[in-house]
């Protein structure tokens, strides 16, 4: 028995899917279902650490045009050599409003194969109102009876289930089951100087770091927390770092929180690492006191559950599905845009290291 996955690309630039599929994948052949990627493989297509790592079956097809909407034209032809050669027992869809969404749904009704699709945040409202007009012809077109077909929509967390209702899919089944998360094993850094090495930071090792870790994108609210940073008591008194890691939207943004810190009066203090390679993920939750993500929204948040796992507490938002951890006391929940709790929240953290 196998599940073959389709997903609109691997590249790690992306964070979500290119995390959460192929941990996925791994994970059920350790429980005996076998699994196959198909992804559409963009120009500036990056490694994909857990597929090289794993030794996952992956096979990408080239993009032409635009990556909004992924058409990628053997993307069909691998479909239809997999789904009618080796026949899977179902086809996971991890995305929604590009080709090989479409694609993989009009193979898989073909074979008559039954079909999952994982919205991975595309129906939160937000989502929605981005590109609003190519979403809602996409949904005349095929995701909407994509989804009213399917064998069950796969949701993160509560509020996706919940998001799935709103968007008008009332009666469709849905269920939630939380991502999987490989635990961070921070141990062979014996020093936060060897962790800093390692991501060739130079900052004091004997100062406080906090550190952010994910797309850094508008919709994390960056911008905020580099305010709360400047803002918290403990940041200031103890001199502490801001790394703020992970690929950025684009140039102009990462342009824009730098002089968004230099406005603040923290911009010797806040790094922009860019994308993290190999162990350098590791590293940074190694470099850490506290991990920060300010969300607008997030249906899961793997960056949250790793940090977690490594022992730092975590700031973050009620827009993320990590109640628990404020429940439990290792992490501090605001409303999105309260930089004074995010600031608080930081305080909190920080004053509470030895």
Same mark, same amino acid.
């Given at each position: 028995m196998y599940v073959l996955h389709v997903v609109s690309d691997l590249d790690e630039a992306y964070g979500g899917p290119s995390q959460s599929v192929p941990q996925l994948v791994h994970h059920l052949a350790a429980e005996g279902v076998g699994g196959r990627i198909l992804y559409v493989e963009t120009l500036a297509q990056s490694r994909n650490r857990i597929v090289e790592s794993r030794q996952l079956l992956a096979q990408g097809a080239r993009i032409r045009g635009s990556r909004r909407?992924? %058409?990628?034209? $053997?993307?069909?032809?691998?479909?239809? @050599?997999?789904?009618?050669?080796?026949?899977? +027992? /179902?086809?996971?869809?991890?995305?929604?409003?590009? %080709?090989?969404?479409?694609?993989?749904?009009? @193979?898989?009704?073909?074979?008559?194969?039954?079909?999952v699709v994982s919205p991975r945040s595309n129906l939160y409202g937000h989502s929605l109102r981005k590109n609003r007009l190519i979403k809602q012809a996409a949904r005349r077109l095929f995701v909407d009876r994509m989804l009213t077909e399917a064998a069950f929509v796969h949701a993160t967390a509560a509020s996706e289930t919940e998001a799935v209702r709103a968007a008008g899919y009332?009666? #469709?089944?849905v269920r939630t089951i939380p991502n999987g998360i490989d635990p961070v094993d921070v141990s062979g850094f014996a020093t936060r100087a060897a962790a800093l090495s390692a991501l060739q930071l130079e900052t004091d090792p004997a100062r406080?770091? #906090?550190?952010?870790?994910?797309r850094v994108d508008p919709r994390k609210r960056v911008a905020d927390l580099i305010a709360a940073f400047a803002a918290s008591e403990q940041a200031r008194s103890q001199a502490a770092e801001l790394l703020i890691a992970g690929p950025a939207a684009s140039e102009g943004y990462a342009a824009d929180l730098r002089a968004r810190a230099a406005a603040e009066g923290v911009a010797e203090r806040v790094h922009l690492l860019g994308m993290l390679r190999d162990g350098q993920r590791t590293a940074a939750y190694a470099a850490a006191d506290v991990f920060a993500l300010p969300t607008q929204f997030e249906n899961f *948040?793997?960056?949250?559950? @790793?940090?977690?796992?490594? *022992?730092?507490? #975590? #700031?973050?938002?009620?827009a993320t599905p990590?109640?628990?951890?404020?429940?439990?006391?290792?992490?501090? /929940?605001? @409303?999105? !845009? $309260?930089? *004074? !709790?995010? +600031?608080? *929240?930081? $305080?909190?953290?920080l004053l509470a290291l030895p």
């Amino acid at each position: 028995m196998y599940v073959l996955h389709v997903v609109s690309d691997l590249d790690e630039a992306y964070g979500g899917p290119s995390q959460s599929v192929p941990q996925l994948v791994h994970h059920l052949a350790a429980e005996g279902v076998g699994g196959r990627i198909l992804y559409v493989e963009t120009l500036a297509q990056s490694r994909n650490r857990i597929v090289e790592s794993r030794q996952l079956l992956a096979q990408g097809a080239r993009i032409r045009g635009s990556r909004r909407i992924c %058409y990628a034209p $053997d993307l069909r032809r691998l479909l239809r @050599e997999a789904v009618r050669s080796s026949a899977p +027992a /179902l086809v996971h869809i991890h995305s929604m409003w590009r %080709y090989n969404a479409w694609a993989a749904w009009q @193979e898989a009704r073909a074979a008559g194969l039954p079909v999952v699709v994982s919205p991975r945040s595309n129906l939160y409202g937000h989502s929605l109102r981005k590109n609003r007009l190519i979403k809602q012809a996409a949904r005349r077109l095929f995701v909407d009876r994509m989804l009213t077909e399917a064998a069950f929509v796969h949701a993160t967390a509560a509020s996706e289930t919940e998001a799935v209702r709103a968007a008008g899919y009332k009666t #469709v089944p849905v269920r939630t089951i939380p991502n999987g998360i490989d635990p961070v094993d921070v141990s062979g850094f014996a020093t936060r100087a060897a962790a800093l090495s390692a991501l060739q930071l130079e900052t004091d090792p004997a100062r406080p770091h #906090v550190l952010f870790l994910s797309r850094v994108d508008p919709r994390k609210r960056v911008a905020d927390l580099i305010a709360a940073f400047a803002a918290s008591e403990q940041a200031r008194s103890q001199a502490a770092e801001l790394l703020i890691a992970g690929p950025a939207a684009s140039e102009g943004y990462a342009a824009d929180l730098r002089a968004r810190a230099a406005a603040e009066g923290v911009a010797e203090r806040v790094h922009l690492l860019g994308m993290l390679r190999d162990g350098q993920r590791t590293a940074a939750y190694a470099a850490a006191d506290v991990f920060a993500l300010p969300t607008q929204f997030e249906n899961f *948040g793997i960056a949250i559950g @790793e940090a977690l796992s490594a *022992g730092l507490p #975590v #700031v973050t938002t009620t827009a993320t599905p990590w109640a628990a951890a404020a429940e439990n006391g290792v992490g501090h /929940l605001v @409303e999105p !845009g $309260d930089t *004074g !709790g995010l +600031a608080a *929240g930081l $305080d909190r953290f920080l004053l509470a290291l030895p």
